[in-house]
């Protein structure tokens, strides 16, 4: 994707129209405008030259990220911490400032002495058209310090894109025209001494309108510039940890240099106190490295030889050198700051529901506004009356609550997920992961820890330390992964190493060698029966191991079994507890696994999940997610290269941080702290989020229909009910602020809170999982044609809702039951439409 920045855009109309204008560029496959950061993402082969074009034929500005040496982009690829800085909000408060040494004086003549009789200076005492120039003078002077709106407004409506500033030009002008105009008359009437039209002609002056109008305006502007740098404060934080420095060693001499010039491959150093410059692999010292700025995990983390380490993360106690194995954009800190980034340039599936809206919103309010003027003309309405009520309609209407709805909430809630180590790669993923009926869970470093760990050790006629210790000798100088476990617990107990000769290892049975004159054997049961006796007893003890998904390791001594010790890949600690978060937010969750039945199945029963497919293979697994996404919407959790084809088939991937960088690619969602739980967490903030949304956008269009009726004078006849223009722009100003503060009360959201989750209300409705099925379909030509379709599906009792679309030539059926091909194919096909096929 291709980043650009957009300048000029000042609503949902304004991003609406550049994004048309971009889409119709020969080569753009997809282009998305964000109102909230400026931005544009282009993907496609058009060049950089042609999608420019098209912005600034719009009637607006942009710029390729990064180009021309400028520093909208550093060199290590992605954004710039100066792109995000809130330059928007100084620049408003100063015009704020003022337009308001210039509107208090005016609302002082105009309001102040005619409405409670405040005094004025003797030469203007009772001089009605020195009033009036006064008022003109102080307007003019509002509007030249808010020309911005005007040139913005009218450039739009001559580019045939109306926008807000043109609703709010058109409001402020046509306030001033009129009011001019009246004024001349005014000097008209003075020269004729006919004094009655004088006063008349005074309270038909709305220029205190025009420029309280322009004044609100720029308070909401200015709020809203504000609150929207607020929402960008997860990805700046992000942006001040990356190091400007590292220390590297080049020809024995340690030096300083810019980080943009480490290089793959480089040696560096990093002493107590100091921040990691790029990602490396320790290769002398250890340290306590406190890893919190990326995984959100408060406790040091211990690091030596061999281990990795990741940018802008704090080195707390030793001296470390390392190696550099990622650096610039590739290290995790810029792939972090790359996913929010994207995310931001992004577009939610529900904002192209305002997207459309806006799209039609701006013109339809300016014809509101005219069709209100005539209507109150006709009725019999002075000019000064209709034209007020014309004016309320347009400065009252917000398309900008409409564009900032999504993005805002988006912005927040990619923050919040950042902040706590969940990475959502696109604002699709944000909103449709909560959305998810299925979770399918890989076993293997995803429900388990990964890595084998000694479980249980029993011990015959010996001690526990000598049958470890016998063990801890004879499989050293394996390599089988079972073996770690052993040398792994041998160590941390600090048990003395002793040396077997003549080792030999059987593949697929066991291992014998010997220490001393000892003859020690160790392997599967099998094995250890063909060169000695095992107790009856013991072997109904392995038996009740291995159903319990262990493996059990059998010792002898010349011949003689000393004991059985169980290794098996654990479970985390938090995988049950996350699987019954799951369930409990009415979630089925299934555990794919390529280990054998009995194995999966004991997994499973410790984890809790309601399901459990075993032996199944990489490329199987992609099979699997394939059939359970037609009983719903499926999200797949793996950590390693052969869970890729499956996370990448289901809706949503859920990658665990700690696992492949292949895994991590094809996912959508990154769980940085590589924790269970933060697949129901991914969840609850995905949910939160889109509620969020929804509330936004219910008020913003909640605004706009109470709001646009009151300012046209509808309730007037009834009951005298009228809007001020002043109170219209006020009430547009306070929309737009709302919205965004609302989408700020998401940093208050505790995603790991269980407590308000939706619980399940009974086994049965856990097992109805909802089905989807897509009909491709031959022969729809218009909107007619899909609500026969739609109808007659929806007839079917088995099918909760029908999605039917022309001009994809599509219909998704949403199932509450199993119903066969065969039915929904006769049933459309009853209705003279052809079945091409159905998934």
């Not at 008349?200 to 709020?223: N, P, R």
């Not at 006796?533 to 011949?559: D, H, I, Y």
């Not at 737009?736 to 989408?743: D, I």
């Not at 939706?758 to 109805?768: A, D, H, T, V």
């Amino acid at each position: 994707m291709k980043q650009y920045t957009v300048t000029g855009m000042s609503c949902a109309a304004c991003s609406a129209r550049v994004e048309k204008a971009v889409s119709q560029v020969p080569g753009v496959t997809s282009c998305s405008v964000s109102l909230l950061t400026n931005s544009m993402g282009v993907e496609g082969t058009a060049l950089p030259a042609a999608v420019i074009a098209a912005v600034e034929e719009a009637g607006y500005g942009a710029s390729e990220k990064g180009a021309g040496g400028s520093k909208e982009q550093s060199s290590s690829g992605m954004a710039d911490e100066e792109l995000l800085i809130d330059k928007e909000t100084p620049i408003l408060k100063k015009r704020l400032i003022a337009s308001l040494c210039f509107l208090i004086p005016l609302m002082y003549v105009s309001m102040g002495h005619m409405m409670w009789n405040w005094p004025l200076p003797a030469f203007m005492e009772g001089n009605h058209v020195a009033m009036g120039l006064i008022q003109l003078l102080l307007t003019t002077t509002i509007m030249i310090i808010n020309q911005k709106f005007f040139i913005s407004g009218f450039r739009s409506l001559w580019h045939k894109a109306p926008n807000m500033d043109t609703l709010v030009a058109l409001g402020a002008s046509a306030s001033y025209i009129y009011s001019t105009y009246a004024l001349f008359a005014m000097t008209d009437a003075q020269m004729r001494m006919d004094m009655d039209a004088v006063m008349s002609y005074m309270h038909e002056l709305y220029f205190e309108s025009a420029a309280m109008i322009l004044t609100l305006i720029t308070v909401g502007k200015m709020l809203e510039a504000h609150s929207k740098g607020k929402t960008t404060d997860a990805l700046k934080s992000l942006m001040k940890l990356a190091p400007k420095t590292a220390v590297v060693i080049r020809e024995g001499i340690e030096q300083s240099v810019a980080i943009e010039q480490v290089r793959k491959g480089d040696l560096f150093v990093v002493r107590p106190g100091e921040n990691i410059p790029v990602d490396g692999i320790v290769i002398e010292g250890s340290s306590a490295v406190n890893e919190s700025a990326l995984t959100g995990e408060s406790i040091p983390v211990d690091k030596s030889s061999g281990d990795s380490v990741s940018a802008a993360t704090l080195n707390q106690s030793g001296f470390l050198k390392c190696e550099a194995s990622r650096v610039g954009e590739d290290t995790t800190l810029s792939q972090i700051i790359q996913m929010v980034s994207d995310a931001a340039a992004t577009k939610a599936p529900i904002a192209k529901v305002a997207d459309r809206v806006s799209g039609v919103f701006v013109p339809a309010v300016i014809s509101i506004a005219v069709v209100t003027i005539v209507i109150w003309l006709l009725a019999g309405q002075s000019i000064g009356f209709a034209l007020a009520r014309g004016i309320s309609v347009l400065v009252i209407s917000c398309p900008c609550a409409l564009g900032l709805a999504t993005p805002v909430a988006i912005m927040v809630g990619n923050g919040m997920g950042a902040r706590n180590g969940i990475m959502f790669k696109t604002a699709v993923s944000l909103e449709e992961t909560g959305k998810m009926q299925i979770v399918a869970l890989d076993k293997t470093g995803t429900i388990t820890s990964g890595e084998p760990k000694v479980t249980d050790i029993i011990p015959v006629d010996i001690l526990e330390e000598d049958l470890l210790r016998m063990a801890y000798a004879l499989e050293r100088k394996s390599e089988h992964p079972l073996a770690k476990a052993i040398l792994a617990l041998a160590e941390e107990r600090h048990l003395t190493e002793k040396e077997v000769t003549e080792f030999q290892a059987v593949p697929g049975n066991g291992l014998s060698g010997k220490l001393g004159e000892d003859v020690l054997c160790g392997g599967n049961l099998e094995y250890i029966c063909a060169n000695g006796t095992v107790p009856e007893k013991l072997q109904r003890q392995a038996e009740v191991l291995s159903q319990e998904g262990k493996t059990p390791l059998f010792f002898s001594q010349n011949g003689q079994l000393v004991g059985i010790i169980a290794v098996a890949d654990v479970i985390k600690e938090d995988s049950p507890q996350a699987v019954k978060e799951l369930q409990n937010m009415g979630i089925h969750v299934v555990m794919l696994t390529g280990d054998n039945e009995r194995t999966a199945q004991a997994i499973g029963k410790q984890a809790g999940v309601d399901e459990v497919i075993a032996g199944v293979l990489p490329e199987g697994k992609e099979r699997v997610i394939r059939k359970l996404k037609k009983k719903g919407k499926v999200a797949m959790v793996g950590d390693g290269i052969n869970d890729a084809p499956a996370l990448t088939r289901a809706d949503i991937g859920i990658a665990i941080g700690a696992g492949t960088d292949i895994a991590i690619d094809a996912a959508d969602v990154v769980l940085m702290k590589s924790r269970l739980s933060d697949v129901p967490a991914a969840i609850r903030l995905s949910r939160a989020t889109l509620h969020n949304i929804h509330e936004n956008l219910f008020w913003a269009f909640f605004y706009n229909v109470i709001g646009i009726p009151l300012a046209a004078g509808v309730w007037y006849p009834l009951f005298g009910l009228k809007l001020n223009p002043m109170f219209g722009a006020a009430a547009m100003s306070l929309s737009s602020f709302c919205v965004v503060t609302n989408a700020l009360r998401l940093n208050w959201f505790d995603m790991h809170d269980a407590k308000k989750d939706k619980k399940r209300k009974s086994k049965k409705r856990q097992e109805e999982i909802i089905m989807e099925k897509t009909m491709k379909i031959e022969g729809m030509m218009c909107g007619h044609c899909e609500a026969r379709v739609k109808k007659c599906l929806e007839a079917l009792p088995e099918v909760a809702e029908a999605a039917v679309s022309h001009e994809a030539g599509t219909a998704v059926v949403t199932l509450n039951a199993e119903l066969a091909d065969d039915v929904l194919k006769k049933t459309v096909e009853d209705q003279d439409y052809k079945v091409l096929g159905i998934e």
